[in-house]
C-alpha cells in the first residue's frame, strides 16, 4: 500500500504536573529531510529523534516541533553565591564602623543583586527525557502515518484509473502504426502515378518504399515495453515498501517510450493520440511526486 508524503500528527506524553507535546508535519521531498525545533532543555535528544523518525519515514521534509505543556521538568535549584555574600558582609560590617552602632544599612538593598542568589541547573538525565518524550513522538507518527497511508489510497485509485487511460492511449497508438503505413502505400502510389502519367509503376520498388516506411513505423518494442512498465507500475501501487522512486524511474520511461512513438508516427491523428498520452503521463508524474 503507497503512502503519501503529506500528512500531519500531534501526540501528548503526561509528565508530573504537565506534558511534552510533539507535532509533526510533512511535505514532498526527494529525501528525507528533518527540521527540528526542541526545547533547549531536549537538544541533546535531536540525534535520537532524527533515528526515531527515520525507522518510521523513508522520504519527506519532516518538521518537527516539541513544545511543555504545564511543569514537565523541576524548578531550578538556587543556590547562595557565598563568596559574594561574605564579601558583603565584610562591607556591611565596615558600614556600621563608619557610621556607628544606631545605623543599621540592612540587607534589603543588597538583596537585590542577582549575583548574591544563584541558578543551579540540574543536569538532565537524557534516558529519563526520552522516556518521557518517546510516546509522545510515537503517537505523532502514528497519526501521521495513518493520514499518509489514508491519502496513499486515495492516490492509488486514482493513479489506476489513469494507467487504464495510458494503456487505452497506448494501444491505440500502437495500432494506427498499420493503417499508417497502408495509407502511405496508397499516397505513395497515387503520386507516382501522377508524376510518371502514362508510365506503369513497378510494383517492387512501390513494395520496397513501403517496407522502409513499415520499418520506420513500427513501434512494437515500444508498445511492448510501455506495456511491461504499466504492469510493473500497478504492481509497486500494492507493495508495502516505498516506491516513489521506482514509480518515478517508470514515468520516465513510460515517457521515453512516448517521444520515440511519436517521432515514428508521420501522422495527424498518431501525432494526437501522443500529444494527450504525455499530458496524461505528465497528470501521473504530479501525483507520483507525492508518494513516498
Wanted: charged fraction near 30%.
Amino acid at each position: 500500500m503507497i503512502k503519501s508524503m503529506t500528512g500531519y500528527g500531534r501526540g501528548q506524553s503526561a509528565v508530573g504536573e504537565g506534558a511534552w507535546v510533539v507535532e509533526l508535519r510533512t511535505v514532498n521531498s526527494r529525501f528525507l529531510d528533518h527540521h527540528l525545533r526542541l526545547p533547549s532543555g531536549l537538544a541533546a535528544l535531536e540525534d535520537r529523534i532524527k533515528k526515531h523518525l527515520g525507522e518510521r519515514l523513508v522520504r519527506g521534509r519532516v518538521s518537527l516541533s516539541v513544545s511543555a505543556s504545564g511543569a514537565v521538568q523541576a524548578p531550578p535549584r538556587l543556590v547562595l553565591n557565598r563568596p559574594l555574600v561574605r564579601e558583603y558582609r565584610r562591607v556591611l560590617d565596615e558600614l556600621r564602623e563608619e557610621l556607628g552602632s544606631d545605623h543599621d544599612p540592612g540587607l534589603g538593598p543588597y538583596l537585590t543583586n542577582r549575583d548574591l542568589v544563584l541558578t543551579q541547573e540540574e543536569s538532565p538525565d537524557l534516558e529519563v527525557l526520552w522516556e518521557q518524550v518517546r510516546p509522545a513522538l510515537d503517537q505523532a507518527l502514528d497519526e501521521l502515518d495513518a493520514m499518509r497511508a489514508a491519502e496513499g489510497a486515495t492516490l492509488a485509485q486514482d493513479l489506476r484509473q489513469r494507467l487504464d487511460r495510458l494503456g487505452e492511449l497506448f494501444e491505440a497508438a500502437a495500432a494506427r502504426a498499420p493503417e499508417i503505413v497502408a495509407n502511405y502505400r496508397q499516397r505513395l502510389g497515387e503520386r507516382i502515378a501522377k508524376l510518371m502519367d502514362q508510365v506503369e509503376v513497378d510494383p517492387q520498388r512501390l513494395a520496397l518504399e513501403v517496407a522502409i516506411l513499415a520499418d520506420k513505423c513500427d513501434i512494437t518494442e515500444e508498445a511492448v515495453r510501455a506495456r511491461s512498465h504499466l504492469e510493473q507500475f500497478r504492481a509497486f501501487l500494492g507493495s508495502p515498501e516505498s516506491v516513489g522512486r521506482k514509480l518515478d524511474f517508470l514515468i520516465q520511461e513510460l515517457n521515453r517510450e512516448a517521444n520515440t512513438m511519436g517521432s515514428k508516427s508521420p501522422d495527424a491523428e498518431a501525432s494526437q493520440l501522443i500529444v494527450e498520452l504525455k499530458a496524461e503521463l505528465e497528470r501521473v508524474r504530479e501525483q507520483v511526486q507525492n508518494i513516498e
